[in-house]
Each structure stands twice: as structure tokens, then as C-alpha cells.
């Protein structure tokens, strides 16, 4: 069953503003992201970069972590 969805060796690949919506956040923040070093695209498909969505849910989190008050 080489190649199918579940396959671990090669994870789904999605397009930034897809990965955007999927986190809520605009596809200005993922890029932001990217710029600052907290998300590292998986891929290209022509001038778009592709990631990883367990790698947006990571930098997703890691954001909102710094964005929290500590009271």
C-alpha cells in the first residue's frame, strides 16, 4: 500500500493558505512564521510552499504559547 494517505514515509503536503485556514490564522501569519524561522516549508509545487500540518499545528502552538500572559 505504498503511497496512500496514512503511508508515515511520505506525510500529506499542504499549500500555505490551506494550512492557514486549517489553524485559523491568515496566510500572512504562516508566512510570518516562515520568516521568522518557526516553520520550516516541506516542499514546492511551482512558486507555493507545501507543508507539513502537524508541522503548522507545532509553530501554531508554539505562537500562541509566547502570545499568553503568565499571571
Given at each position: 500500500m ?12 499542504i ?7 486549517e ?5 500572512a ?5 516562515v ?6 516549508p516541506?516542499g ?5 510552499q ?22
Amino acid at each position: 500500500m505504498s503511497g496512500s494517505r496514512n503511508d508515515p514515509e511520505r506525510p500529506t503536503l499542504i499549500p500555505g493558505p490551506l494550512a492557514a485556514q486549517e489553524v485559523g490564522v491568515a496566510p500572512a501569519t504562516i508566512r510570518k512564521w516562515v520568516q521568522l524561522g518557526h516553520l520550516k516549508p516541506a516542499g514546492k509545487a511551482g512558486r507555493a510552499q507545501l507543508f507539513r500540518l502537524e508541522d503548522v499545528f507545532a509553530a501554531e502552538r508554539a505562537a500562541r504559547g509566547t502570545n499568553r500572559r503568565v499571571r
